[in-house]
């Protein structure tokens, strides 16, 4: 008696191009281009692997003006943009440090902190002299090391968010901070404030919903490629996944 065919193994899923997502998450081909005054720099640390739920590349398609560069280093803000910036102060950096909007009484959706982390004078004034943005793509800790890892942001105009609404991942990715937004949230936030143009946030936050209205279709037909989040266990304090 022969032995049996083994069974062919299936053909590799594609990947999109442009955002680097398995096809059937991708939602490319609804984006809407933005033409940005402000420029874009998204740094991303190599670790970050959540192909199905990141947002930094989707957030990039929108733009003309926007860079994703992955890496843990770079010497300069020139060099991570691969071309000459004459003043890195007139760039902002979204600040990871302990100071929150809420803590400081704050109503602006956007804050420029001093040196010591406290709400600088003349808002209006350094915010209005911005060129550009730049911001760390990954968990919290992999954020934080690109932080420490980057001296040059130091040259950088601090800046923290102080957003109206929660982030739009709710159960699918939790956020340490109340404040905590996704890559493509913040972005929405920041661009649409300092460019005074609410379409900004508002095309960035659809495109945002999309996605995730995508991930959760793709759920039922292809878990692997969508897979639900695991669920914190309060009693023990460790994380199972719910088919456990």
């Given at each position: 008696?022969?032995?049996p065919?083994?069974?062919a193994?299936?053909?590799?899923?594609?990947?999109?191009?442009?955002?680097?997502?398995?096809m059937?998450?991708?939602?490319?081909?609804?984006?809407?281009?933005?033409k940005?005054?402000?420029?874009?720099?998204?740094?991303?640390?190599?670790?970050?692997?959540?192909?199905?739920?990141?947002t930094?590349?989707?957030?990039?398609?929108h733009?003309?003006?926007?860079?994703?560069?992955?890496?843990?280093?770079?010497?300069?803000?020139?060099?991570?943009?691969?071309?000459?910036?004459?003043?890195?102060?007139?760039?902002?950096?979204?600040?990871?440090?302990?100071?929150?909007?809420?803590?400081?009484?704050?109503?602006?959706?956007?804050?420029?902190?001093?040196?010591?982390?406290?709400?600088?004078?003349?808002?209006?004034?350094?915010?209005?002299?911005l060129?550009?943005?730049?911001?760390?793509?990954g968990?919290?800790?992999?954020?934080?090391?690109?932080?420490?890892?980057?001296?040059?942001?130091?040259?950088?105009?601090?800046?923290?968010?102080?957003?109206?609404?929660?982030?739009?991942?709710?159960?699918?990715?939790?956020?340490?901070?109340?404040?905590?937004?996704?890559t493509?949230?913040?972005?929405?936030?920041?661009?649409?404030?300092?460019?005074?143009?609410?379409?900004?946030?508002?095309?960035?936050?659809?495109?945002?919903?999309?996605?995730?209205?995508?991930?959760?279709?793709?759920?039922?037909?292809?878990?692997?490629?969508?897979?639900?989040?695991?669920?914190?266990?309060?009693?023990?304090?460790?994380?199972?996944?719910?088919?456990?």
């Amino acid at each position: 008696m022969s032995n049996p065919t083994a069974a062919a193994p299936a053909d590799p899923i594609p990947e999109c191009p442009h955002c680097q997502k398995p096809m059937p998450l991708c939602i490319c081909d609804s984006v809407t281009p933005i033409k940005n005054r402000l420029s874009l720099l998204i740094l991303q640390h190599p670790q970050e692997q959540d192909r199905a739920l990141g947002t930094a590349r989707l957030l990039a398609k929108h733009f003309a003006d926007a860079t994703v560069r992955v890496g843990l280093s770079w010497s300069s803000l020139s060099k991570a943009l691969a071309r000459p910036v004459e003043n890195a102060s007139h760039w902002a950096v979204l600040y990871l440090g302990s100071a929150r909007a809420a803590d400081l009484e704050a109503e602006d959706e956007i804050l420029a902190l001093n040196r010591k982390g406290e709400v600088a004078e003349n808002q209006r004034s350094i915010l209005g002299k911005l060129e550009g943005v730049v911001l760390l793509d990954g968990t919290w800790s992999q954020a934080k090391a690109l932080w420490w890892r980057n001296p040059w942001m130091l040259k950088c105009q601090r800046v923290i968010l102080n957003p109206a609404h929660p982030s739009r991942y709710g159960r699918l990715r939790k956020e340490p901070r109340k404040d905590g937004l996704s890559t493509i949230e913040a972005a929405a936030t920041i661009l649409a404030s300092l460019e005074k143009r609410p379409d900004i946030a508002e095309t960035l936050n659809a495109s945002f919903e999309r996605m995730l209205t995508r991930y959760r279709e793709v759920q039922a037909e292809m878990p692997e490629l969508a897979p639900k989040p695991p669920v914190k266990d309060r009693r023990r304090g460790v994380r199972r996944s719910k088919r456990s």
